[in-house]
């Protein structure tokens, strides 16, 4: 089996052919190699030599086993997965296929409960054949960075937090930080967000934002945010150049900054209207 599935990797989706049927599953070919999968997941009308694409996995002692159903990772990617079910080897995630994916307990950062969400990388196991999840995260994160550049935008997937602020995989791939003091919103641990490149460091690591980079494309990009916070609250917000950084962050995420230079570009856009005690909304 191993010789097999060395050359058809596990944990990637691949086109393969249909060649037939064996009692409730039906066969797929690639390279000469059989998967099965259930006859209920291939569409109608598909017939013997056409064309599909499967994620495949290894199903255990039952062999190689395709799916059409969207795995929520791949190999080598990073995820943040429910844990199902915990064992005294390991835990199993949810996958997003019919096979929970292992994380032997050697592999583990820290105990986690069913129901919570582990941040994993996925990787061959250890006889190369099949797929395996590893909360070790930090081992995997590439540190060769010559390939980014600032201001550019990617997506960060939030895997810890510390007293600097909350540590992000940048792009799938590296790692980075998202600075406490401007985070305007509650992050918890397996959030993504839309986000980019604020500085690249010498040591290879990233510092990320929220926001665009310069206040000015921040301001530009937060306009749509504030005009639908006025609209939900009826045309009018009780937000000014005198209110405390506090209540804007509490109201709308953002930070008194951004706000403000926010305001200053609706308002020359003639969008809204600035009062003594607030913003209002041009009808």
């Known amino acids: 089996m191993k010789e097999n599935t060395d050359s058809l990797q596990t944990g990637k989706k691949h086109v393969v052919k249909l060649a037939g049927t064996r009692g409730r599953f039906r066969v797929l070919k690639k390279n000469d190699i059989e998967i099965l999968i259930p006859s209920y997941e291939v569409p109608d009308g598909l017939k013997t030599g056409d064309d599909l694409e499967v994620f495949v996995f290894l199903d255990g002692k039952d062999g190689l086993r395709g799916t059409t159903m969207p795995a929520k990772a791949r190999v080598g990617e990073f995820a943040s997965l429910e844990v199902k079910s915990v064992t005294d080897f390991g835990i199993f995630l949810d996958w997003g296929i019919k096979k929970d994916l292992f994380v032997p307990k050697a592999l583990l950062r820290k105990d986690l409960q069913a129901g919570e969400m582990a941040i994993v990388c996925l ?144 308002y020359k856009e003639k969008k809204i209207l600035i009062e003594e005690r607030g913003i209002r909304l041009v009808k």
């Open 123 to 266: 990787i061959p196991d250890f006889d190369g054949v099949g797929v395996i999840g590893s909360c070790q995260i930090d081992e995997f994160l590439e540190k060769d960075v010559k390939g980014l550049k600032e201001k550019q935008k990617a997506e960060l997937l939030v895997f810890g937090i510390s007293d600097l602020g909350y540590r992000v995989i940048v792009a799938n791939r590296y790692k980075g930080l998202l600075y406490r003091n401007e985070v305007f919103e509650d992050l918890q641990i397996g959030d993504v967000r839309k986000g980019y490149i604020k500085k690249i460091r010498e040591d290879g690591l990233i510092d990320a934002s929220l926001q665009p980079v310069g206040y000015r494309d921040a301001a530009k990009d937060l306009r749509p945010k504030l005009l639908e916070a006025l609209e939900a609250a009826g045309g009018f917000l009780p937000l000014h150049d005198k209110s405390s950084p506090d209540s804007i962050k509490k109201k709308l995420q953002m930070s008194k900054k951004n706000f403000k230079k926010t305001v200053g570009l609706l």
